[in-house]
């Protein structure tokens, strides 16, 4: 049985259809990345299957006592609220200080314990909230945008860093991302997502299939195919999607 | 003649009941940035005042019911999506004022308006403290047995639900406890001055604490010194109590900030 699957599962936002009749499994072991333009409803995905969200239509059913590690996109800790990190890692279930080392040293984290959450960088910050999410012993570990802030070889390195654990824990990896060339040579899957699942397949495949080229365009380098999108792409939907993309306005013109 | 026969260890205990329940609580009202929510539910304690002398109930019932129905609506609303602040406004001074006006229709009982609004510390009975002591313990499990979900979902309501937390339900806890506080304080502070205990002493534990249960323990202690300094200050100068426990409060925290922005400046 999957970790996790959804049937025709649809969520309106403020009277926007976020997504539309998604279908997704993911099973034990997989690296699953979720890419898409902005807006096209990566995080409600994820939120949809932690439970934050209630589904319009359709089903998100998890496996029978599923655990979940889960990295949020960004976290504010209100400065009024005083946080060490071994006092996080606490949350919600206490751990022994041998397995919180442990979760710290596995995500490349160790020597924070004393810190507080406030004071650390942008990346030992994603390394601390990886670190939690390990320490529940997670069947499924799902991080949305987890490397926002990160320069190009942070991130490169985090990500290196998941698929040490995964193959370590033998978890399977949810992650949605901008970062589309770096994720995609760490996934064992690519959905392309755009409100519902455009195509999914093998990292090589979905980079090759028309309808990821018409969101992403037709350049290798991801990243900079996002600035360059073809419009002519169309669905043989009968509803009406919102398919038009804002101009980006090239920066470097 | 026993210890409790002396007002003055009375009104100690019962504010110190208060500041115990008050100090954690306060401490997620301060991190969670619901102030205002404080604010609200204690100005609705004046409407379930006036309601609980008209049909004849006891006094902490009527605030507990009313303060509970304030803080739902609040919640409530605040999970909707509404501008919290003109929201509040609306919500808080209103069932100020239906208080006030409702207060004045009431004929044959002769009530002391300012008893409720800035409470009676000195009045305070043995069967006073006996609420207060049961309400402050309630609180307490209440927060001791939800702790670490609180916190959870205070930092973040997604982390909370991938952990099988539901953060309404914890909103929910928190919602209950202040109700419960406000109610258990009217006697001791009044409903114009629990929002101070609740947050003053919690700001100014912040400076002292890095873990969230230290800055709750840290509150609970400022807390009691203020009751202990302000009841020992209205003796001295004369001064109505309630009022000076909250102003050794307020300066407790103007010390431990000059403290902290001079060692600030020292390190940087």
């Known amino acids: 049985m999957s970790l996790v699957s959804i049937t025709g599962l649809s969520v309106r936002l403020g009277g926007n259809t976020v997504l539309h009749h998604v279908d997704f499994t993911i099973d034990r072991g997989e690296i699953v990345t979720i890419v898409g333009p902005n807006g096209s409803g990566k995080s409600t995905l994820l939120r949809a299957i932690i439970g934050a969200l209630r589904p319009t239509a359709g089903r998100v059913t998890h496996k029978t006592g599923l655990r979940i590690g889960y990295v949020p996109q960004k976290l504010h800790i209100d400065p009024t609220l005083p946080m060490t990190v071994r006092r996080f890692l606490d949350l919600p279930v206490r751990v022994s200080n041998a397995e919180a080392v442990a979760a710290l040293d596995e995500a490349g984290a160790g020597a924070l314990t004393a810190r507080q959450m406030a004071g650390l960088s942008g990346g030992q910050f994603q390394r601390v909230l990886l670190a939690r999410a390990l320490l529940g012993k997670p069947d499924l570990l799902i991080l949305d945008e987890a490397t926002q802030g990160l320069d190009q070889p942070g991130s490169a390195a985090f990500y290196q860093k998941i698929a040490e654990v995964r193959d370590h824990l033998g978890c399977a990896v949810l992650m949605v991302s901008h970062e589309l060339h770096v994720v995609m040579a760490a996934s064992d899957r690519v959905v392309c997502l755009n409100g519902h699942i455009c195509c999914q397949g093998e990292p090589e495949h979905v980079a090759s299939a028309p309808e990821y080229r018409a969101l992403f365009g037709t350049g290798t380098g991801g990243a900079l195919a996002l600035y360059r999108h073809e419009h002519s792409h169309s669905h043989d939907h009968g509803h009406d999607h919102d398919h038009t993309h804002h101009d980006h306005g090239e920066a470097a013109e | ?268």
Request: with cysteine.
């Open chain 2, 1 to 268: 003649m026993t210890l409790l026969d002396d007002f003055l260890i009375r009104a100690a205990l019962a504010g110190i009941g208060l500041v115990l329940a008050a100090a954690p609580l306060g401490c997620f009202v301060v991190w969670r940035r619901m102030a205002y929510f404080g604010d609200a539910t204690a100005h609705a304690a004046i409407l379930g005042v006036a309601l609980a002398l008209a049909f004849q109930t006891s006094v902490f019932g009527g605030v507990l019911v009313v303060s509970l129905v304030m803080a739902l609506t609040v919640s409530t609303l605040s999970n909707r999506g509404f501008a919290m602040d003109t929201l509040l406004g609306v919500l808080a001074h209103s069932a100020l004022a239906f208080g006030l006006v409702a207060v004045s229709f009431l004929h044959g009982v002769r009530v002391d308006l300012m008893a409720y609004l800035f409470g009676d510390i000195l009045a305070v009975t043995r069967a006073d403290l006996a609420v207060v002591w049961g309400g402050a313990a309630l609180v307490l499990v209440l927060l001791w047995w939800r702790w670490s979900a609180l916190l959870t979902a205070t930092l973040n309501p997604d982390l909370a639900h991938a952990a099988g937390i539901d953060p309404r339900r914890e909103q929910l806890v928190l919602t209950l406890a202040l109700a419960l506080v406000v109610a258990v304080a009217i006697k001791v502070v009044g409903a114009l001055l629990i929002a101070a205990l609740l947050i003053v002493p919690a700001a100014t534990a912040r400076a002292f604490a890095n873990t969230p249960e230290r800055m709750a323990l840290a509150a609970a202690l400022i807390g009691a010194l203020s009751v202990i300094g302000g009841l020992q200050a209205s003796l001295h100068y004369d001064t109505p109590t309630g009022p000076s426990i909250v102003c050794v409060a307020a300066l407790l925290f103007l010390a431990s900030s000059t403290a902290q922005l001079l060692l600030h400046r020292r390190r940087g």
